[in-house]
Structure formats: structure tokens, C-alpha cells
């Protein structure tokens, strides 16, 4: 199987930073290359994740599925709107 093409990414750290990460890397058994970029990708998708979720209360949730079942008709400026929009599809 063909490997995928990796990219390079320079990282400057002070030396006590680099000892830190060198040896946790040791201690799970892996290369620094590994354990930092497993590390970075598990708290980036943490980061990702929680800028993607939006949370409500139940409350506010029920009132969303009521909305969501029953909509207001439109009004005249979202009709207006609505006319506006490019029919090129």
C-alpha cells in the first residue's frame, strides 16, 4: 500500500520544553514525532469539537422542536428576500 506524502513542520521550543516532551514521549514508547503530533491532534480535535457543539437548555431545546414543527409563516421582508435570491439554479 502506498504510503501517504507527509508534510514537515519546524517547531522551536526552549530546551527544558524539549527535555519535558522527549521523555513523556519515552515513557509511552514513542517518538517525539509521534507523541507530539498524537498529542496536538487529540487536543485539536477536543478544541474543534467544542467550537462546533452548541449547547441548550431543555427549556430552550423543547421550544427549538416546537418551532422546528410548527414555523411562523413567512413575513413580508423574508419574502422579499426571498425574491432577491439569484434563480440560476
Do not use: C, G, W
Not at 496536538?40 to 430552550?60: G, M, T
Amino acid at each position: 500500500m502506498p504510503r501517504a506524502a507527509n508534510e514537515r513542520m519546524n517547531l522551536r521550543v526552549a530546551a527544558q520544553q524539549k527535555a519535558t516532551l522527549m521523555r513523556a514521549a519515552a515513557l509511552v514508547h514513542a517518538d517525539l514525532t509521534e507523541f507530539v503530533t498524537r498529542v496536538a491532534l487529540r487536543e485539536a480535535e477536543a478544541v474543534i469539537k467544542n467550537a462546533e457543539k452548541i449547547e441548550v437548555s431543555e427549556r430552550d431545546f423543547l421550544r427549538i422542536l416546537e418551532l422546528l414543527d410548527t414555523p411562523t409563516p413567512p413575513n413580508e421582508k423574508l419574502r422579499a428576500a426571498i425574491a432577491a435570491l439569484p434563480r440560476d439554479r
